[in-house]
């Protein structure tokens, strides 16, 4: 009698993924990202970003390429960018390409179709059995709006947000040290990734001292050469950016108010349409608190990041993108409390339930998103109309002289001058008059206001003027570019500025270009 042979292992549910379910979430990513870029193509024109911020970047980025260092004013090395990880790649794209805008959109959908691949994947891991469940948490982070904007920004948001999707991975299937040690790489890009890294090790089941070593040890070999190169490149343990923005502490009420504003905003709780279903913020409570004895860290970065994060004073930025990273966790835990819920009260109508609360929240990301893309190609043509229009201007008339400047971004990267940073990111922080009296910049580009109790009012003008701190020289606005719709920038019209002798008269008016 001739052995049996042993039976070919089928694999299981939560270890596949069938390919159309991933095929038709990869395209959700695909149809979502080109309705954006279309959006941009209409709207604004020109190809660019939709943050000045993402133009640090791409400077940061050209400047590493070309054997200039790590600077935004070249060989100047100064630690200006948040996540110096993200320069690095951007540099590797520009030394492939001669061009940051195109490689940073196509990683930024990659990553995005990546990380719903992963929810996708995470969510078949807790529901086995359930794939309905598995593939509509894949979609709620295909569709998203906050995620399909940050994609394309030019920015690290998409790929820290994969590392956050697979550190979650790794994490419900209790492989501590690689989810804590992809959380720490994290912090590369984003440093308040601190706070998902001290998550991952202090919150999960089982903990002891035993098994803490390894993850702490793999957690402390990455985020200590991120303090030793923060101090190296700009003498301080974190990112200029860090030091500008994030005033632990200060105006506590106020800035946990903001964030509980925007934070509603982004689960659909506000007068505009939100960013998502409320109804999902109710399944994400309800997965929380299910799934928190076996996942605490995911449950508590879900709920409690966006708090944690305004008690430093930190704003939740433009389309709510400080605080998009808990969006797929959102998408997981709700997706597993609505399964748990349609279960337990509607036993024999579970699936149904489940489809239909899918629904809801699908057709509210698909309105949403067809809102945040118009959105987004006037955020694009605002950055290009305005600090870009101000930069490319300024190459043709003045390269090579120093503009100080508040928005830094696409000065740096277009107008081949050298430039002050009023606000400190790239440059020392200073007082507006130590600034104008260790640079003398012959130019400035700024919003006025931002230093009124610095300027002085011409009487037969009307005009804001700057004077030196020695008095011999003062600043007179000669163009003003003004956005007709304005959806981004801080300020509807930036002022550019010319340095003049004391007694030289200021233009009777100020040409203003309508953007």
Known sequence: MSPRRPSARRPSPATTFPLWESAALLLVVLFGALWFLSSERDIAGQRGFPLDDSWIYATFARNL??????????????????????????????????????????????????????????????????GLASFLAGLLVALSPTLLWGSLTGLELPVYLLLVCLGANFYIREKW?????????????????????????????????????????????????????????????????????????????????????????????????????PILLAGMAAGAFLSFRRWPALAAYALLFPFAFA?????????????????????????????????RVFPRRAAATLLLLGLVCVGWEVYAARIAGLGYGWNVQNINGMQRYIAEDARKAAPGDTIAVNDVGAMGYFSGCYVVDLVGLVSPKREFPENLRVYRPKFMAIFPDWFRKFGSVDRNTGQVLFYGPDSTYKYVPFLGVRLKNNTISARNTMYVYKRVGRDEAAPNRVSIVEQ
């Open 65 to 130: 390429a070309t054997g200039h260092g790590y600077s935004f004013n070249p060989g100047e090395s100064i630690a200006g960018a948040t996540g110096p990880l993200y320069v690095f790649i951007l540099a590797l794209f520009y030394a492939m390409f001669h061009d940051v805008v195109w490689p940073a959109k196509v990683l930024g959908i990659l990553c995005l179709g990546a990380s719903s691949l992963v929810i996708y994947g995470t969510a078949r891991r807790i529901l086995p059995r359930n």
């Open 311 to 343: 008690a430093f004073g930190s704003s939740p930025g433009q389309f709510d993108r400080y605080i998009a990273y808990i969006v797929p966790l959102g998408a997981l835990l709700g997706v597993v409390g609505f399964d748990r819920v349609a279960h």
């Open 177 to 277: 040290t690689q989810a804590v040690l992809l959380w720490a790489i994290g912090v590369w890009l984003r440093p308040d990734g601190l706070f998902l890294v001290l998550l991952g090790l202090l919150l999960r089941p089982k903990i002891s001292l035993k098994n803490s070593v390894v993850p702490l040890i793999a957690a402390a070999a990455v985020v200590g050469p991120y303090f030793g190169f923060n101090e190296l490149v700009g003498g301080h343990l974190l990112p200029n950016s860090v030091g500008v923005k994030a005033h632990a502490g200060q105006n506590l009420g106020a800035s946990e108010w903001v964030m509980l504003r925007h934070w509603a905003d982004l689960w659909g709780l506000s007068d505009n349409v939100g960013h998502h279903a």
